[in-house]
């Protein structure tokens, strides 16, 4: 069994900082891309922004040149820092990977539970 705990989220004023991480565990033989989305109010799940086991990097436009993700394979954690929050970044984040199981060939996709980020003064 896999599972991914997201931690970090919390209220942030406009233009502050924050760190979310989000770690797996389980029986886990290898990570392939990990990843954060986010879904706010009425709105549909939208990337944030992924990263491959090679380190390629995609960014949403929308919060290209402030969030920045990364990884640390030894601790099988996922990271999303984020500077200069607006208001419009409110909303559940939720961390991704794709991750191959010990026995198994093939990556499954597992989501987190989610960790709620608020962007208000």
């Known amino acids: 069994q896999v599972q991914l705990v997201e931690s970090g989220g919390g209220l942030v004023q406009p233009g502050g900082s924050l760190r979310l991480s989000c770690a797996a565990s389980?029986?886990?033989?290898?990570?392939?891309?990990m990843g954060w989305y986010r879904q706010a109010p009425g709105k549909e799940r939208e990337l944030v922004a992924t990263?491959?086991?090679?380190?390629?990097?995609n960014v949403a436009s929308s919060v290209k040149g402030r969030f920045t993700i990364s990884r640390d394979d030894a601790k099988n954690t996922v990271y999303l820092r984020m500077n200069s929050l607006k208001p419009e970044d409110t909303a559940v984040y939720y961390c991704?990977?794709?991750?191959?199981?010990?026995?198994?060939?093939?990556?499954?996709?597992?989501w987190g539970k989610g960790t709620l980020v608020t962007v208000s003064s």
């Open positions: 389980g029986s886990i033989f290898r990570i392939n891309a």
């Open positions: 990263i491959t086991s090679g380190g390629n990097i």
């Open positions: 991704n990977a794709d991750i191959v199981g010990r026995g198994y060939f093939f990556g499954i996709d597992y």
